[in-house]
């Protein structure tokens, strides 16, 4: 069967990501920028799931190499007409959002098409939407989603005073399901009960600081809720600790790599030439996912599981180390 | 008839017979006398917990589907539901707790005899209870169809899958 559809697709392919332009950019607050991408032909943009991100590529960082960003998409996502994206700038951050806050209309960024990591479950009674910060992003995409097909939702916000990105759109789509909170402890004190008194078959979304949402799913586990009502989306992921050197001995070709301290196993090995696919490179996308022969691993990423971090035999070379001074990769 | 244990439906008990820790409330439902026996010895494991217990008929009914459903209405996110019957009666209440919300994590199945089956005439559309092995041949009350109960369980209709044996010969 061939799917057809009325849209004209007139976008680069899929593979090779979008080229788009910079329709307007919007300052949301004293540090959050709205970037609104659009086909430079004026073309629908392809559809997506509430929650999808897309990743950016935010210029070249100091080595030379590209550096991308995942940032969630904030607009309606059937047939969209456009893509938006707030970005938080980051000063002590690798660059891109400084590179994204310096973008004028008329720009051309390259995007990758939408991704899906964290969509609402459908057979959901209920959506309990909490944000923090910048992380209001995935959920104002969710929020707008529920009230176009009619779910049940509240979202509880919470953000420095004065420093509410989206709030102006929370408010005209939420009415009175929208609980904002500026302070750390009103905001627990809030949402303790509120985690002890939902219906049945409600499910948790949270997006924000690692912080919050090792927090919120520690409540949520003690209040009861099993791990399939609970799901959470990272941003911010903090600069990691240099780490160690070793040398990572690549099994199939019998090359050593040696991996300094503050440099990356996947940097070490596009350094060599060694071609690794990577998209995110701060441990969010899967995508560099490596296979591991032998050696302790230091996982630092926020992509796999428990269990596959448990059974070692994979790593994100992005973000993740040897645990000694030797490991050994299937490649 | 060959059955490949890792692909079919056919429920592995064992495997299924968990639950998500940190339980608030659990709600026991229990079908007929022996199943209340059995729900009387799981009690200490609930020590401390809030714990409904309700006992049922032996056989599942709208009267079953009923209760479960008002119990759910009323529970909130943090509850566990323990099922103690006949599979049937245990698939059945399941199939009614997933319909209510409830996920797998939150519900424990303990099925006490399996000799009668829940099985769903492919032909029309009813489900009977009868004393059958998987992969032997039971007439549909309803149709008359002589039915071959296959490895298959739907959770949705709560019933092994029957179909007319000679389907392909007439």
């Not at chain 1, 629908?44 to 080595?63: A, K, Q, R």
């Not at chain 1, 590209?66 to 970005?87: A, C, K, M």
């Not at chain 1, 350094?271 to 995110?280: D, E, K, N």
């Not at chain 2, 059955?3 to 820790?21: F, K, L, N, Q, Y």
Request: aromatic content about 6%.
């Amino acid at each position: 069967m061939t799917l057809m559809s009325d849209s004209p697709a007139t976008n680069v392919p899929s593979d090779a990501g979008l080229v788009l332009a910079v329709d307007e950019v919007t300052p949301l607050t004293p540090t959050v920028r709205h970037v609104r991408l659009v086909a430079s032909d004026g073309a629908l943009l392809p559809s997506f799931t509430p929650g999808s991100h897309i990743v950016v590529t935010c210029g070249t960082g100091p080595e030379g190499q590209s550096r991308r960003n995942s940032y969630s998409l904030t607009g309606p996502g059937f047939e969209p007409d456009h893509y938006g994206i707030s970005v938080r700038l980051e000063e002590d951050g690798r660059g891109g959002s400084r590179w994204i806050h310096s973008l004028r209309a008329g720009d051309r960024v390259q995007v990758s098409t939408p991704r899906s990591a964290f969509a609402p479950v459908l057979t959901a009674r209920h959506h309990l939407l909490v944000a923090g910060g910048i992380g209001v992003t995935p959920i104002l995409s969710h929020v707008r989603a529920a009230v176009q097909w009619g779910r049940s939702f509240e979202v509880h916000y919470v953000h420095r005073e004065g420093d509410a990105a989206h709030l102006d759109d929370l408010e005209q789509l939420c009415g009175d399901r929208l609980h904002l909170h500026t302070g750390r402890d009103g905001f627990w004190e809030h949402m303790g009960p509120a985690l002890l008194d939902q219906p049945i078959g409600t499910h948790l979304y949270a997006c924000g600081p690692a912080a919050l949402i090792d927090e919120l799913t520690d409540r949520a586990g003690r209040a009861g809720w099993p791990g399939a009502r609970v799901h959470y989306e990272h941003f911010g992921v903090g600069d990691l600790d240099p780490g160690e050197p070793f040398t990572a001995h690549l099994t199939r070709s019998g090359v050593d790599v040696d991996v300094a301290s503050g440099v990356s196993l996947l940097e070490a090995l596009e350094s060599r030439g060694i071609a690794v696919p990577s998209l995110c490179r701060q441990g969010v996308c899967g995508e560099c996912r490596l296979p591991v022969v032998n050696g302790d691993i230091d996982h630092r990423d926020l992509y796999l599981g428990a269990a596959e971090k448990e059974a070692g035999d994979c790593l994100m070379p992005c973000v993740s180390r040897a645990n000694g001074p030797r490991l050994e990769l299937d490649l | 008839m060959s059955v490949c244990m890792d692909t079919t439906s056919v429920p592995r008990w064992d495997e299924e017979r968990s639950i998500a820790g940190g339980g608030r409330t659990f709600t026991i439902l229990s079908f007929g006398d022996e199943a209340a026996e059995q729900a009387r010895n799981l009690l200490p494991s609930f020590d401390g917990r809030r714990v409904d217990w309700m006992r049922l008929p032996a056989e599942w009914g709208d009267t079953a589907a009923r209760v479960l459903r008002r119990q759910l209405d009323a529970s909130r996110v943090g509850c566990r539901l323990v099922l103690v019957g006949s599979e049937a009666a245990v698939l059945a209440a399941r199939a009614v707790a997933v319909a209510g919300g409830l996920v797998d994590e939150e519900i424990m199945p303990v099925p006490i005899d399996t000799a009668d089956r829940a099985v769903y005439c492919a032909h029309c559309h009813t489900t009977h209870l009868a004393g059958v092995e998987v992969g032997r041949c039971t007439t549909c009350p309803n149709c008359r169809a002589e039915l071959v109960v296959y490895h298959h369980v739907s959770r949705h209709h709560a019933a092994y899958l029957g179909y007319m044996i000679d389907a392909e010969e007439r």
